[in-house]
C-alpha cells in the first residue's frame, strides 16, 4: 500500500511558476513510476507527466514540454512538479499517482492516488 499526499497548489498569477510536491509513504517505490494528472472542473483527468522510480525516466503531455518538469527525490520519497510559465488553462486540480505498471500515460493504471491540491491561476 502506498500513500500519496500532495502539496504546493495556490492561487497565482499567469506568467508565474509553481511547484507541487508529492510525498509517498508505506513502502518504497523501486519499480513503480510516479505521475503527474490534472482535472480541471467538467473535464476528464488529463495526462501531465510521468517519471520512473528506478530510471528517472520522464515522459511529458506534449502539450506541457518546455514549460512542465518533473522530478524525483530519492532520499526523500518525493517527486515535483516544476511549472513554469503559467497559463490560465493549467488552472485545475493536480493529482499524483503510481503506477505499478511502469510509465503510463493513461490514469486507468495507476493503483494510487493522493487527493489533489488546487491550483488556480489568475489573469
Known amino acids: 500500500q502506498v500513500q500519496l499526499v500532495e502539496s504546493g497548489g495556490g492561487l497565482v498569477q499567469a506568467g508565474d511558476s509553481l511547484t507541487l510536491s508529492c510525498a509517498a509513504s508505506?513502502?518504497?517505490?523501486?519499480?513503480?513510476?510516479v505521475g503527474w494528472f490534472r482535472q480541471a472542473p467538467g473535464k476528464e483527468r488529463e495526462f501531465v507527466a510521468t517519471?520512473?522510480?528506478?530510471?528517472?525516466?520522464?515522459y511529458y503531455a506534449e502539450s506541457l514540454k518546455g514549460r512542465f518538469t518533473i522530478s524525483r527525490n530519492v532520499a526523500k520519497n518525493t517527486v515535483n512538479l516544476q511549472m513554469n510559465s503559467l497559463k490560465l488553462e493549467d488552472t485545475a486540480v493536480y493529482y499524483c499517482g503510481v503506477s505499478r505498471a511502469g510509465l503510463q500515460l493513461t490514469a486507468a493504471p495507476y493503483a494510487y492516488w493522493g487527493q489533489g491540491t488546487q491550483v488556480t491561476v489568475s489573469s
Open positions: 517519471i520512473s522510480w528506478n530510471t528517472g525516466t520522464t
Open positions: 508505506g513502502r518504497t517505490l523501486s519499480s513503480y513510476a
